[in-house]
């Protein structure tokens, strides 16, 4: 008898064990190739700045506007596009031209972009500036051949408005160096950098509207 039960006690055991390492297996999800790639796909979209069209998109400022760069080779045609701080919504200012001045060497080439407003845009504004045809160098064959700065004047405030192209590896030096580097020291440097241009870029409008006085 108490054979038997010992026996019963026994087979409900196992059975239990049994139920328990099932229920675990069928909650438990398996992690394969595909689900690396995806999260490897996510993280390479995330680390990207694309604008609502697709375009190279560029900060204005401290993020108080954005400007979103497309250029078509096919059509010979440059595009900006401003928009606000979500850097998603149209923003229209009262301008005809743009200017881009693109770094050819030691020289510039400067750019004009006309205003060629989106739909609905009020009379006098546009979020959309086009250059295109003869006024962009045969040299162009693609966005990334663009290196220079926009001249953008919102308001009563003008901005300067730089376009790079192969920063990744942050001026030369690479990844595994960044214990080396000091990037708050590197970071306050570049702003640095980028208000003396944009001294230097408001003398020299300057002294054009003196000349054409």
Do not use: W
Not at 181 to 198: N, S, Y
């Amino acid at each position: 008898m108490r054979f038997s039960q010992t026996f019963q006690v026994m087979v409900c055991g196992i059975g239990l064990v049994l139920f328990v390492g099932c229920a675990a297996k069928d909650d438990t999800r398996t992690f394969d190739a595909k689900d690396s790639e995806a999260s490897a796909e996510a993280e390479h979209d995330h680390g990207h700045d694309h604008g609502p069209n697709g375009g190279h998109l560029l900060e204005v400022g401290e993020e108080q506007y954005h400007v979103e760069v497309m250029f078509d080779n096919e059509g010979r045609t440059l595009t900006a596009f401003i928009l606000g701080p979500d850097a998603k919504t149209p923003f229209p200012i009262e301008v005809e031209t743009i200017d881009f001045d693109m770094e050819v060497g030691d020289k510039e080439h400067e750019i004009p972009l006309a205003a060629k407003p989106l739909e609905g845009e009020k009379e006098g504004k546009s979020s959309r500036f086009v250059a295109e045809g003869k006024a962009i160098p045969d040299s162009i064959k693609a966005e990334s051949d663009l290196n220079g700065h926009f001249h953008l004047d919102i308001g009563e405030d003008h901005f300067h408005v730089d376009l790079k192209h192969g920063d990744h590896d942050h001026d030369g030096h690479d990844h595994d160096d960044h214990k080396d580097h000091d990037h708050d020291k590197e970071h306050a440097d570049d702003k640095d950098k980028k208000a003396d241009a944009e001294k230097e870029e408001t003398k020299k409008d300057e002294a054009k509207a003196d000349d054409k006085k």
